[in-house]
C-alpha cells in the first residue's frame, strides 16, 4: 500500500536536471570515454548477403603500421549469441561473433582488426581479404517460406523461426454469420531506430581480478551483462556493464549485439581497453533492423459497420539471427497480440509467422509491431467505413471500446486496465477542426489541390511485465524494476534505478517523485543509473515501462527511508511517528509545524550520532525494491491522432500541414516531457509513413547505406503539432500512471496513409496498403484513383 | 554535401564467386569512415598549386571547399596520392561584373552566391538556385568551383552553368584556357578539366537576367536534386528570342534539351507544357532506390513546366496551368 | 604531418596532425572537447556542427588542417560561466528542446549562427534554417519554440542594450 503524501513536483513542467551538462557539451558519451591504453577496433564485414566462408587472408594487415592483432572466427569460435524462445517448435539459431563458415547477411563481421587508432584500423582492415563463396539469397519472406527455398541454418526444416496460431471459441461463427467481409493485404518497410548516436563500446579486462568492464551503448544494462555471461560462460558477477549518456536509443539499442561480445574478449585477449566506435554505414547494416511486417487482415462486419470478428495472418521478416534477449517472436507476438486494437472485437483468430531471411536481424524500435498492427486494423477501418458510406470517425464510434467495458479481456488474452478511447475521438475532432477541415478540404477540392485527413484512435499497451512477457515466450521474463534510494549524511537523495534514461527524461521524473515522497527539494535528489553495479537487478528501458515500473520502485524505496526520517525525528522531537509530516526539507509534529526538524539534520544524525537512534533503528537511510505493476498484464494509455496533408499532383511528394494529438496516458508526471515524448514518436512515425525504407538489390547488397539514402524526417518535414491531455489514471499501477514512450510513433503510418487515401477519394477509389508513402507510390495511386474515377 | 549518385549506391554486380582482384573489400564492404593516407599541398598562389599538380599528376586531386570532396575521402570512394588544398591562395574568391555578366572566382562560396548583391541583380537565377544546395553549413564552405569540377549530374551549378551561358577558366602550368560549359561537362564526374589544370573562375552571362526560372525537385530541403530545371530565355519585343534549358538529375552528366528550348521560341501560348513534354520524352533517367525512370520523367515535365512558368511569366505563358 | 595553430575557444592551441584527421576528430581527441559529436562522418546529420570563424561548419567535412590559422568555437563556447546559460541554452531548457543531448551542440551552433545573422524569424524560416540538424528524440516542436524565445530574448537584450 503506498502512503499519501503531498505531490509539490509531480504533475509540473519542472526543466530537466539533465539538459545543463547536455546543453553545456558536458554529457559523457561511450565515444567520449578514453580509457588509459585503450586501442581502436574496427571491424572487415561481409560483402555478401549469403556465403560460404572460403578463407580469411589477413595478407598484410597484421604487420600493418600500428596494428596489434586481427582477430577472426575461429579466435572466438566458443562465444555465440543464441536467443531461445520458449514457443514450442522454435528453430534456435547461433550468431557466431565474428563469422564461421558462412555468412547470413551483408555486414556481418568477419574479422577484427586492432589498432592504435582508428585510422590505422581502417587501412589495416582494407587489407584484409574475405573469399567467400556466394549461396542462394533469401531476401523476401514469401520467398523465404516457399518449399523450395534454401533454408538458412543447419537443421532447420524450413526458414520459420516458428508458427503460432491464436482463435477464439466463437470465431468461425462469427465469421460465417457475418454480413460483410473485406480482406487486405499490407505492408510496413523494413526500416529502423536510427539514433543520431552510432552504436558504441569501450570493453575493460582486469587480469587481475578477472573481471569485464564494458561501457557501451545500451537502454538494459543489466540485461547485456546477462547475455555476455551466457555469451561468455561467464558468472554475472565478473561483469559490470556501463551505460552513461546515450544518444538515443528507441529500441536498436535494447539488444546485445556481437561486437559487445567481441570487444570483451579482444581486451581478455590483449590485455588493453578495446575502443569501438560503430561508423554510420556499419550502423545500416549490422545495427538491427525493424518493421517489417506483412497482415493480411481480414474484417466481418455488420451492416453498420461494427466489427462481428477479425482474422489476421501476420508474417515478420526477423532477418538472420534470434536476437537477444527478445527472441525472433517479438514483433509477431506483440502484432498477434494487440492488432483488435482499440476497439470491441470479441472473435479474433491470428496466425503468425517470424522469418528468417538474409537480412540484418531485427531487434526492437518503438512501439514494436504496434505501429503495423495500428496500420492494419485503422486502414480495415477506413475500408469499412467506405463499404458501409459512412463517415471514418462514426464507424469508429460504433466500434471504439466504452468507458463501462473496462477491464477489457481482449480476444487475443490481454487485459486492458482503463482507458478514454471514446473522449479521445471526440477530443482529437475538436482540437484538429475536423469540420473545419471538412469545409477546407472541399475549397482545396474546388481549386484542384489534393488535401486530405487522417483520423486515427489507437491503444498503447504499456508497462507490462511478467503476464505478457511469459506469454511472449522470452527465456529472461522482464517482470520488474529495481531502485534504490539513500540520503547521505548531508541530506541529499540518491536515487539508483535499473533503468536508463537516453533523452526519455527520467533522471528528473524520478526525481520529481522522490522529491515529494521525501519532501526535498528537486536539487537534493540526484538520479543515477546505466550501471550494474548501483542496483542488483533489472530489465531496463524500453516498452513505456520505466517510468511506471522505476517510477513506483521509487516510491517505495522513498516511502521505506520516510519511514525511517521518521522514526528517527519521533524520537528527536519526542512526538509520536504518527504525527510527523515530512515535507519541504523538514519533518514536524502534525499540527505544531514550529516543532520540527531538517532532512539534513537528521540524515547527520542518523549516520554520525547513532547514540541518538531509536532502539531498533540502524544507521543506515537507504531501501532498495522492486515494483511489477501487478497484475502484470500491462496500463493502456489510449490516444487519437488528427492530421492533414496536401499532395503534389504532378510529384506525388506529401506535405504533412498539420497534427493534433490526444493523448490519455493517466497522471502526467511532467506534462512538457510527456509531450515532447509524443511530438518525437510522431516525428518517427512520419518518417515510417513517407520516408524510411532499407532496400536491398536483388543480391541482397544493402541500398540504404548513408543518409541521402535512408531519408530521416528534418524539421521540414514534421508540422507543428496540437496537443491535449486526459488523465485516466490505472488502476493497477502505483500513482495510477501509465507508460507513454512509444504511442507517438504507433498512430502516423495510419493517420497519414489515412490522410492520403482521403485527399484522393474524390478522384476514385484506391486503397493504400504499403509505407512509405513515396512520391512515386503517391503518383500511383493518383494514377489509380484516375483510373478508377473514369471507369466509373 | 553527399554525391546522391555516388554514394551508397555501388554497381551491383551478379551473384558470382568473385576472384580476388575483382573486388574491392573497401568498396563492397560497408566500413570506412576515415580518409585514406595522402600527401598534403597548401599552396600560396595559383602557379605553385598549377605546379604542384603537373608535378603529381593523375592521382592528385584539388581542395576547395571540401563538401563533395571530403565525404569520399572519409568514405574511401576516393583515394589520391596527393591533396592541393586552395584554402591558402589569395584572389580566388572575388565577384566581379565583366561584360554585363560575372566573373566569379572559383572559391566563392554557395552561401556568397546566395546573399552576394551582385549576384542577386545579374545573375538572380544563380542566386535562386544557391538556395537549394545542401544547408546553411555546406553553403558555408562549398565552392562553385568546387562543385563544377566534381561535376554531380545532379547538382545545382553545372546545371545553372549551361542555362546561363557560362564558361570555365582553367589554368595550368603552361596556359590559361577558357572551355564553355556546353563542352565542358563529358560524363558521370567527368570534364574537360585536365588533372594538371585547375578551375580559377566561372563566367555567367547576364543576359537571361529578366527571365530566367528554377524547380528543383528535392524530397527534403537541402537533398541533392532528384531532378533540376534551370531555364534562361532572352525576350525581345514580347517573343523569346533564346532559350537555354538545363536540367540536372537526368543524365550522367548536366544537360541541355534542344526541344524543350525550341519549343520557347517565338509567341504561342502553352508552351511551358509543350517544352515539359519535350523535355520528359527527351531524357531516360537511371532509376535508382530515390524512384524509377518512369517516376523520373514525370519529375522532369513537373520541374521544367514550373522552371518555364517562372521564366515566362504569368503574362508571356497565360496558359500555364494547362 | 603537419604543424598547425588554431584559435579553438578563444584559446590558441598548437598540434601535429596527419592532414587526413577530420576537424571533428581534432576537436574530439586533440583538443579535448567531446561536446562536439559524430553522428554520420558523410555531412548530412550535423551533429558535429562547429564554428569556423563565426560560420557554422560541419567538422566531419573538414580537414584539421583546413582550418590553420583560423578560429574555431564550438559549443563549449557558448555559456559564459557555469552558473549561466547563454540564452539560446536556456531557451533550450526552458522549452525542452532537446532529449538525448547528441544532435543538440550541433543544432546550438546553427541557432547560434542564425542569431548572428538573422534575428526576426518565424517559424517556418527557423524549420528551414534547421534542415541540416537532424534531431531523431524531439519531433522538433519543442526545439522551434526553442529557437523563438531565443531569438526574442536576444533581440530584447540588443534593444535594451
Known sequence: MVESQARRFFGSRVSRIEDDRLLRGRGRYVADIELPRELAAKFVRSYEAHASVAEIELGDAVEAEGVHAVFTGADFADSEIRCVSSYEGFQVSAQPILALDRVRFAGEALAMVIADDEYLAEDAAEMVFADLAPLPVVLDLDAALASDAEVLHDGWTDNAYVRRAVKTDGFDKAAAGAPHRLTIDLRNARHGAIPMENRACVADYDRGSNRFTLHTTTQVPHLIRAGLALAMDVPESQIRVIAPDVGGGFGVKAQLYTEEVACCLAARELGRPIKWVEDRREHFVASHHSREHRHRVTGYFDDLGRILALEADIRVDMGAYSVFPWTATMDNGMAMGILPGPYKIREYSATGTPVCTNKTPYGAYRGVARPAACFSIERLIDQIARHRGLDRAEVRRRNLLGADDYPWHSPSGLVYDSGSLAESLESVLQLGEYDVLLTEQAEARAQGRLFGIGLVAFTEQTAHTHQEFKQRGVPIVFGYETAKVRLDASGTAVVSASIHDHGQGLETTLAQIAADRLGLDLDKVRVEY??????????????????????????????????????????????AVEDMVIERGRLSVRGSPVVSIDISELCRLTYQRPERLPEGIEPSLESSRTYDAAPGTGAYTNAAHLSTVEIDPMTGKTAVLTYAIVEDCGPMINPMIVEGQIFGGVAQGIGTALFEEFLYDENGQPQSLTFSDYLIPTSTDVPDFAVAHLETPSPFTIGGIKGMGEGGAIAPGAVIASAIEDALSHLGETVVTDLPLTPERVLTHIDQAIAQGEGQ | MLDSDDIGRRRREPAKRAARDEIDMNDRGPVRMKPPKFDYHAPDTVREAVAVLADVGDSAVVLSGGQSLIPMLNLRLARPTDVVDLG???????????????????????????????????????????????????????????????????????????????????????????????????????????????????????????????????????????????????????????????????????VRCPDAEQALIGTRPGRAVDAAIAARDSFEPVGDCHGSTEFRKRLVFAETKRAVTQALGPDLESRANA | MRDITVTINGRPMSATVDPRLLLSDFIRQDAGLTGTHVGCEHGYCGSCTVHVDGASTRSCLTLAVQVAGRKVDTVESLAPDDETLHPIQQAFEDCHGLQCGFCTPGLLMSVAELANTNLVCDRAKIREHLAGNICRCTGYHQIIDAVEQALAEIREVQIDG
Open chain 2, 88 to 254: 591558402a591562395i589569395d584572389g580566388l574568391a572575388n565577384l566581379e561584373p565583366v561584360d554585363g555578366g560575372l566573373e566569379i572566382g572559383a572559391m566563392v562560396t554557395h552561401r556568397q552566391m546566395e546573399t552576394n548583391d551582385l549576384v542577386a541583380s545579374i545573375t538572380p537565377l544563380a542566386q535562386h538556385a544557391a538556395g537549394f544546395i545542401g544547408h546553411r553549413a555546406i553553403r558555408n564552405r562549398g565552392t562553385i568551383g568546387g562543385s563544377i569540377a566534381h561535376a554531380d549530374p545532379a547538382a545545382e551549378w553545372p546545371a545553372v552553368l549551361l542555362a546561363l551561358d557560362g564558361t570555365i577558366t582553367l589554368a595550368s602550368a603552361e596556359t590559361t584556357r577558357t572551355v564553355p560549359g556546353d563542352q565542358f561537362f563529358e560524363a558521370l564526374f567527368t570534364t574537360a578539366k585536365r588533372p594538371d589544370e585547375l578551375i580559377t573562375s566561372v563566367y555567367l552571362s547576364g543576359r537571361f537576367q529578366n527571365s530566367w526560372g528554377f524547380s528543383e525537385f528535392q524530397r527534403r530541403t537541402g537533398d541533392f536534386a532528384t531532378v533540376a530545371v534551370a531555364v534562361g530565355c532572352v525576350i525581345a519585343t514580347g517573343a523569346v528570342v533564346e532559350a537555354r534549358i538545363a536540367l540536372a538529375g537526368v543524365a550522367e552528366r548536366p
Open chain 1, 530 to 575: 546505466g550501471d550494474t553495479n548501483q542496483v542488483a537487478y533489472g530489465a531496463g528501458t524500453f516498452a513505456s515501462r520505466s517510468a511506471v515500473l522505476a517510477g513506483g520502485a521509487v516510491t517505495r524505496a522513498a516511502d521505506d527511508v520516510a519511514a525511517t526520517l521518521k522514526e528517527v525525528a519521533a524520537h528527536e522531537l519526542e512526538a
